[in-house]
């Protein structure tokens, strides 16, 4: 066997750190916060680095996009209905920042709950083992003879049920973001998988008038996302559904000869998954445009998110 001994280091070679290029200088470091001081100057104190840029990077495309009026489409699961969020998304469609939503099927479920009664989100694991879990009966009632009702209309899931909190005399329906998207105008799209919905548990479900309003409602997405050059979408707690539907409504959009090339796409999750990165990151602008993962718990991040966007748009 070969002996091997430690080797010297005298014979190594260095250089002058001056003629060294690095990736952090002086300027880009943090500055102390003043107590009082304005959101604003917080933003301007943040650190010039890594997620950060991406950050500024987010907030300036969706600030083109609206000067541009160039669509901002925010992609949803039902997580930040959940972590209070509603307010936050409602004044940014108010505002003219956000100009259409969409979402998974549990979204309907915890925004009607909020405008219907005040407080959602039950105790699965407890109620599960009684065989109650997702049996409130107003929450199937109501939820399914909307849909059912808004199919005869001709409407898909979302505005079905947008329009049923809008015309109802439920005490907290400003607090509904499908209510509000019905009252402004705004395309609000509901994606379902069959089965996934404590309403579809119901005595009230109509599979069919589930599958017509969901299916409507994929083909009015397509619709929007075919107007996506130059604008933003966002991808905000959905793992699964809305990254695959994303991906299949851009591949329509462009496979109708609709220029959608030009994008900005982000996903906003507190850990990044395999779909939303593939599907709406890598994908969607693997030839052109720009996207971006912003990590972090929605109740903190969307806030901060939102309110830099109010402060760079002129017009507020």
Not at 296 to 307: K, Q, T
Request: glycine letters at 8%.
């Amino acid at each position: 066997m070969k002996k091997y001994k430690p080797v010297s280091l005298k014979s190594v070679k260095t250089y002058s750190i001056a003629k060294r290029n690095s990736k952090v200088l002086l300027n880009a470091l943090a500055i102390p916060s003043v107590k009082g001081e304005t959101f604003r100057n917080f933003l301007h104190k943040l650190p010039n680095i890594l997620a950060v840029n991406d950050f500024r990077d987010v907030v300036k495309a969706i600030v083109r996009a609206r000067q541009d009026r160039r669509p901002v489409i925010l992609g949803m699961g039902a997580h930040p209905i959940k972590v209070g969020l509603s307010p936050v998304i409602i004044d940014l469609m108010r505002k003219g920042v956000i100009t259409a939503i969409a979402t998974n099927g549990a979204c309907i479920v915890h925004d009607f709950e909020l405008s219907f009664i005040g407080h959602t989100s039950e105790d699965v694991g407890k109620e599960l083992c009684s065989g109650n879990f997702g049996m409130a009966h107003e929450t199937g009632r109501y939820l399914n003879r909307a849909i059912k009702e808004g199919i005869r209309k001709g409407y898909g899931i979302g505005r079905s049920v947008g329009e049923m909190i809008r015309t109802s005399k439920f005490r907290f329906k400003g607090a509904s973001i499908f209510a509000s998207a019905c009252e402004l105008d705004v395309p609000a799209t509901v994606h379902v998988a069959v089965g996934t919905d404590i309403i579809h548990m119901h005595p009230d479900a109509d599979g069919s008038a589930i599958g017509e309003g969901s299916f409507r409602d994929f083909k009015l997405f397509t619709s929007v996302i075919s107007d996506l050059e130059g604008g933003v979408y966002i991808n905000l707690g959905s793992a699964v559904i809305l990254p695959e539907v994303f991906l299949k409504a851009l591949t329509i959009a462009r496979n109708l000869g609709n220029k959608v090339e030009h994008l900005t796409t982000v996903n906003m999750d507190f850990i990044q998954h395999y779909r939303p990165y593939e599907n709406v990151l890598r994908r969607p602008t693997i030839d052109k445009g720009s996207s971006y993962a912003l990590t972090g718990h929605h109740e903190i991040m969307f806030p901060l998110l939102a309110a830099a966007i109010i402060e760079e748009i002129e017009w507020i």
